[in-house]
T-cell receptor
Framework: DAGITQSPRHKVTETGTPVTLRCHQT?????MYWYRQDPGHGLRLIHY???????DKGEVSDGYSVSRSKTEDFLLTLESATSSQTSVYFC?????????????????FGPGTRLTVL | SQQGEEDPQALSIQEGENATMNCSYK?????LQWYRQNSGRGLVHLIL?????REKHSGRLRVTLDTSKKSSSLLITASRAADTASYFC???????????FGQGTRLTINP
């Protein structure tokens, strides 16, 4: 596996509490992504980062915020967790760029964090 | 909204048979990628095919892309029990560093 870790791996919390998930990479990749995976919905992008302090929203960003103060760390925060945010969260990294054959943007995924909001 | 839709949603075959999964998408793309996810794990990149390519091989994997039909197929030949997993297609558009994933095909290889 690429050098990506996520912490915690499992978390159970109560509605209304703040939660922060951490993604850490040792690959020095420029791009980092947070996804959630739910049955029937596949993977959906929450937020992504294209550099330190540079972030943008994804498809399902409401209720989530992110921060990236260092290349290696990308934090996902649920300010006030709700039961609808119960999900498996995946971090991914990419060193997207352009070669003589075109653009490449394969993503490498972390092991996931299973979050349960009661 | 999902860009890619995989078909079938679930597929069960005997070990040694070939498995074919299809992906359809809605808008023009730059690249199309296939990923595998074993139960309880993160996704693993399998293969990338560019919009100007029609076919690509990697080991037992063969991917085709038909941009006129906005569809792709992933063929796994001589399947093994270890191929049991969910398979996802993902697309990106020109200039975008984001991928849009389909909902996946769950493949079961029976011994």
């Amino acid at each position: 596996d690429a050098g990506i870790t996520q912490s915690p791996r499992h978390k159970v919390t109560e509605t209304g509490t703040p939660v922060t998930l951490r993604c850490h990479q040792t690959e020095n990749h420029r791009y980092m992504y947070w996804y959630r995976q739910d049955p029937g919905h596949g993977l959906r992008l929450i937020h992504y980062s294209y550099g330190v302090k540079d972030t943008d929203k994804g498809e399902v960003s409401d209720g989530y915020s992110v921060s990236r103060s260092k290349t290696e760390d990308f934090l996902l925060t649920l300010e006030s967790a709700t039961s609808s945010q119960t999900s498996v969260y995946f971090c991914a990294i990419s060193d997207a760029g352009t070669s003589g054959r075109g653009t490449y943007n394969e993503q490498f995924f972390g092991p996931g964090t299973r979050l349960t909001v009661l | 909204s999902q860009q890619g839709e995989e078909d079938p949603q679930a597929l069960s075959i005997q070990e040694g048979e070939n498995a074919t999964m299809n992906c359809s998408y809605k808008t023009s793309i730059n690249n199309l990628q296939w990923y595998r996810q074993n139960s309880g794990r993160g996704l693993v990149h399998l293969i990338l095919i560019r919009s100007n390519e029609r076919e690509k091989h990697s080991g037992r994997l063969r991917v085709t892309l038909d941009t006129s039909k906005k569809s792709s197929s992933l063929l796994i030949t001589a399947s093994r029990a270890a191929d049991t997993a969910s398979y996802f297609c993902a697309t990106d558009t020109w200039g975008a560093q984001k991928l849009v994933f389909g909902q996946g095909t769950r493949l079961t290889i029976n011994p």
